[in-house]
């Protein structure tokens, strides 16, 4: 039996990328193999539900605190008597406090899950990141560019980092690619002479909806027939909302907020976009591309990996409504081949099949605690 304990800043939903990942992953793993124990530094109503493994809430609300450091005496006790074998550390308090209490309580394995921005945000955040790295075993990052960046900026070794992707809910994206693109538009109430534009992403700055919102300004000049879809919501939802009506497209626009038909919906897409100035891997993209969607993205991230330009869509660079226009208006145009949309939905598909990436983690956990002992 491998005892592993998976140690996260908070978990409000299991519909949240990191949170979404980790509770998939809780869920798969074989309950006569592993002994699983989520710990939370932070109480949340959602946990009450969590029935699928054993809940841990460490009561951290500052790491610069004397609960804090209650907290960690406690932890420390907590992992020494369940005799866990493996540690695994999620956004950036719980790196901190995860990976030192792991040393303290002598955990045979610690790793650090990696899946987005970097955890520093000035020097003094990358000098403790940089030191709290030389107790850390392993590193799982969700993406290459996530791999790169630990390479160049944190100076990990290579051979310390393990690429698991994102996984994704293949079954659900099939049983919404069961309704044909016809049927999709016809409950989206799209026209049979509109083209479709559409984003799928939380209403954030990052996401860059502005950009959209200005290239689709530009393509509503240029010929008759768009419609402009977002799926997603956010605090900036009155602000875009604006943004909008100044433009004069509020008759093209329909903000959606969050579905949960997101496949259904994307399957009535005439091309989905990406506009993000930052990204690791995203789920968003990746449906597109195994829904057989025409993508345009941002160079950012790994997106390029995935999206090759000029075969299933078009790769700009970040903060260029013009660029983003002039991309979303050559897919308007037929140019974008049939063979490559197959090509990367097949490899999509079968490359992030959440059962497989689970697999692939159930090896790793294995390997690990074998050369552990």
């Known amino acids: 039996m491998i005892n592993i304990a998976f140690v996260i800043d908070r978990v409000f939903s299991d519909r949240a990328g990191t949170e979404q990942q980790l509770l998939g992953l809780i869920r798969k793993l074989d309950r006569t193999r592993f002994r699983v124990f989520l710990c939370c530094l932070r109480e949340t109503e959602f946990l009450k539900s969590v029935d699928f493994c054993e809940v841990h809430v460490l009561g951290v609300d500052s790491l610069l605190s004397l609960r804090a450091m209650k907290s960690a005496i406690a932890f420390v006790r907590f992992l020494r008597e369940n005799r866990v ?33 970097p955890y520093w945000k000035n020097n003094m955040g990358r000098m403790i990141t940089l030191f709290v790295n030389r107790f850390t075993d392993r590193f799982i990052v969700n993406s290459f560019s996530i791999e790169r960046f630990l390479m160049e900026k944190e100076c990990v070794n290579p051979q ?54 200005r290239a689709a300004a530009q393509l509503d000049k240029s010929r008759p027939g768009w419609r402009f879809v977002v799926v997603g919501t956010g605090a900036i939802l009155a602000e875009l909302q604006s943004m909008v009506h100044n433009l004069g497209l509020t008759k093209s626009f329909s903000f959606l907020g969050l579905r949960s038909d997101a496949p259904e919906i994307t399957r009535a897409f005439d091309v ?21 969607v025409p993508v345009v993205c941002t160079r950012v991230g790994d997106n390029s990996r995935y999206v090759e330009d000029g075969g299933n869509g078009f790769v700009v660079e970040p903060g260029d409504p013009q660029a983003l226009a002039q991309a979303i208006l050559r897919v308007r145009e037929g140019l974008v081949v049939p063979s490559i949309l197959e090509e990367k939905s097949a490899y999509v598909l079968d490359y992030f099949d959440a059962d497989k990436v689970a697999a692939r ?11 552990a002992i």
């Open 160 to 213: 310390c980092i393990d690429v698991f992707p994102n996984s994704m809910d293949i079954d659900r994206l099939r049983r919404g690619a069961e309704n044909s693109r016809e049927q999709c538009r016809e409950q989206l109430g799209v026209k049979s002479n509109e083209f479709v534009v559409g984003i799928v992403a939380n209403l954030r700055p990052v996401k860059r909806h502005d950009v959209f919102i």
């Open 85 to 117: 074998d493996i540690v695994q550390t999620h956004f950036r308090d719980s790196n901190v406090f995860g990976v030192l209490c792991s040393r303290f309580a002598g955990v045979p394995a610690i790793l650090s899950s990696r899946r987005g921005v």
């Open 361 to 371: 983690y159930v090896s790793k956990f294995t390997e690990i605690a074998s050369d």
């Open 272 to 292: 989905g976009v990406l506009c993000s100035d930052y990204e690791s891997t995203s789920n968003t993209l990746l449906e597109y591309v195994a829904l057989g």
